[in-house]
Nanobody, 124 residues
Framework: QVQLRESGGGSVAAGGSLRLSCAGTERTFLFYNVAWFRQVTGKEREFVAVVNWNGINTDYADSVKGRFTISRDNGQSTVYLSMSSLNPADTAIYYC?????????????????WGQGTQVTVSS
């Protein structure tokens, strides 16, 4: 079992950058694949990016490729989402999630552990 805690959200102007952090509270965090999802009120929670347990394999939603980078530091039990060239369409609550499986990683139901979310607001 693992607990996740996001931080780093905030308000930024279009074109700006933010870095989100997802901290795992258990040593077993390093065995989990970790993803970022985002959700706008009234819409489905959507996949953003995922990194495997050792940080070698990653995948991104088409909408963020080339702008967002997911990485992890297992020594710090933390996964990062570096976001640049932000635009108002990126405004959402961002959640990190963890799973031991490496399959169907864009699907919300694959993840058994979730953080509480952090708000990102991009103004035009």
């Amino acid at each position: 079992q693992v607990q996740l805690r996001e931080s780093g959200g905030g308000s930024v102007a279009a074109g700006g950058s933010l870095r989100l952090s997802c901290a795992g509270t258990e040593r077993t965090f390093l065995f989990y694949n970790v993803a970022w999802f985002r959700q706008v009120t009234g819409k489905e929670r959507e996949f953003v990016a995922v990194v495997n347990w050792n940080g070698i394999n990653t995948d991104y939603a088409d909408s963020v490729k080339g702008r967002f980078t997911i990485s992890r530091d297992n020594g710090q039990s933390t996964v990062y989402l570096s976001m640049s060239s932000l635009n108002p369409a990126d405004t959402a609550i961002y959640y990190c999630a963890a799973t031991r499986d490496w399959d169907k990683l864009t699907v919300r139901s694959q993840y058994g552990y979730w953080g509480q979310g952090t708000q990102v607001t991009v103004s035009s």
